[in-house]
């Protein structure tokens, strides 16, 4: 397997190269929706699906399509979510949000692009496999996993309940509610889609699944606590925004000593789901450990 910097390399070097030729009367719209993907960020997600196709002994450059479309979609959401209607954030990765330099109509637009493009990506790259029936299959469960995980049912299920989230009316379900699907569903999803991807088998996709759920409540609640301890600087976005709204999360309804142990705890069950891969899986073993320090 690769490192983690190496995936994430050919991840940016290849990012647009699924973008559809845009009409001079439309330009505008490519020109925003790449500047919010060149902006930066971890591409974990593309990262977890590239890495799980290539441990389940897939070829990555098939996975590729599926790995972008994952990152046009998580795009967009932070696009949609900076909006002032949403979380009105106007710095992302310590860059101007997409409407402080588009404007909001065209901020809206780009979003809706991007989650298109990843659409019409993913259904373009099963045409390549009308003569191998099983490929094809398995790449059509590999984009029906990151639509589910994206939909309403996952990412937007988990937006709404936030959206709606009162500081004095919440509970211990919602926060969870909102922790398991806001962040976590598009966490898990690249996992499954990458290992669909590469023909692995029910077991392994069933323990690596369990693995990315814990990972994604993990790095949201990791994302609490530094909304309350982090670094503005470092984080690139302004920080309290969930005190600021009126919101609660995990830390305001357990407190930091029990989100601390509980970022512990979600690390330790998703290096135990994949156990049994012994010194195989360490690209995952450090990858959850290394999130749980994180400091951005």
């Given at each position: 397997?690769?490192?983690?910097?190496?995936?994430?390399d050919i991840?940016?070097e290849?990012?647009?190269?699924?973008?559809?030729?845009?009409?001079?009367f439309?330009a505008?719209?490519?020109?925003?929706?790449?500047?919010?993907?060149?902006?930066?960020?971890?591409?974990?997600?593309?990262?977890?699906?590239?890495?799980a196709?290539d441990?389940a002994?897939?070829?990555?450059e098939?996975?590729?399509?599926?790995?972008?479309?994952?990152?046009?979609?998580?795009?967009?959401?932070?696009i949609?979510?900076d909006?002032?209607?949403?979380?009105?954030?106007?710095?992302?990765?310590?860059?101007?949000?997409?409407?402080m330099?588009?404007?909001?109509?065209?901020?809206?637009?780009?979003?809706?692009?991007?989650?298109?493009?990843?659409?019409?990506?993913?259904?373009?790259?099963l045409?390549k496999?009308y003569?191998?029936?099983?490929?094809?299959v398995?790449?059509?469960?590999?984009g029906?996993?990151i639509?589910?995980?994206?939909?309403?049912?996952g990412?937007?299920?988990?937006?709404?309940?936030?959206?709606?989230?009162?500081?004095?009316?919440?509970t211990?379900?919602?926060?969870?509610?909102?922790?398991?699907n806001?962040?976590?569903?598009?966490?898990?999803?690249?996992?499954?889609?990458?290992?669909?991807?590469?023909?692995?088998?029910e077991?392994m996709?069933?323990?690596?699944s369990?693995?990315?759920?814990?990972?994604?409540?993990?790095?949201?609640?990791?994302?609490?606590?530094?909304?309350?301890?982090?670094?503005?600087?470092?984080m690139?976005?302004?920080?309290?925004?969930?005190?600021?709204?009126?919101?609660?999360?995990?830390?305001?309804?357990?407190?930091?000593?029990?989100?601390?142990?509980?970022?512990?705890?979600?690390?330790?069950?998703a290096?135990e789901?994949?156990?049994?891969?012994?010194?195989?899986?360490?690209?995952?073993?450090?990858l959850?450990?290394?999130?749980e320090?994180?400091?951005?």
């Amino acid at each position: 397997m690769l490192k983690y910097d190496e995936y994430k390399d050919i991840i940016n070097e290849r990012l647009t190269d699924f973008f559809p030729e845009i009409e001079p009367f439309a330009a505008t719209i490519g020109k925003a929706m790449e500047y919010s993907l060149r902006v930066g960020g971890k591409r974990l997600r593309p990262v977890l699906l590239l890495s799980a196709c290539d441990f389940a002994g897939g070829n990555i450059e098939e996975a590729l399509p599926y790995a972008c479309s994952l990152e046009y979609i998580h795009t967009y959401s932070l696009i949609h979510d900076d909006l002032p209607a949403m979380d009105n954030d106007d710095l992302r990765r310590g860059k101007p949000t997409n409407h402080m330099v588009f404007g909001e109509n065209m901020a809206i637009l780009a979003g809706d692009g991007l989650l298109n493009t990843a659409a019409e990506t993913m259904a373009r790259d099963l045409s390549k496999y009308y003569d191998n029936p099983e490929k094809m299959v398995n790449h059509a469960k590999a984009g029906l996993a990151i639509i589910e995980g994206a939909g309403v049912r996952g990412m937007i299920a988990g937006q709404v309940a936030d959206v709606e989230n009162q500081y004095n009316a919440a509970t211990a379900e919602l926060v969870q509610f909102i922790e398991d699907n806001k962040t976590g569903a598009l966490l898990t999803c690249p996992v499954i889609a990458g290992m669909h991807i590469a023909g692995a088998d029910e077991h392994m996709i069933e323990q690596f699944s369990i693995y990315a759920n814990r990972l994604g409540i993990a790095f949201q609640i990791a994302d609490d606590i530094l909304d309350y301890e982090g670094d503005e600087e470092l984080m690139g976005k302004k920080l309290n925004k969930d005190q600021d709204a009126g919101k609660c999360n995990y830390v305001c309804v357990h407190g930091m000593d029990a989100a601390k142990a509980k970022l512990h705890q979600l690390t330790e069950e998703a290096k135990e789901a994949i156990a049994e891969y012994g010194d195989d899986a360490q690209f995952f073993v450090e990858l959850v450990a290394k999130l749980e320090t994180r400091k951005a």
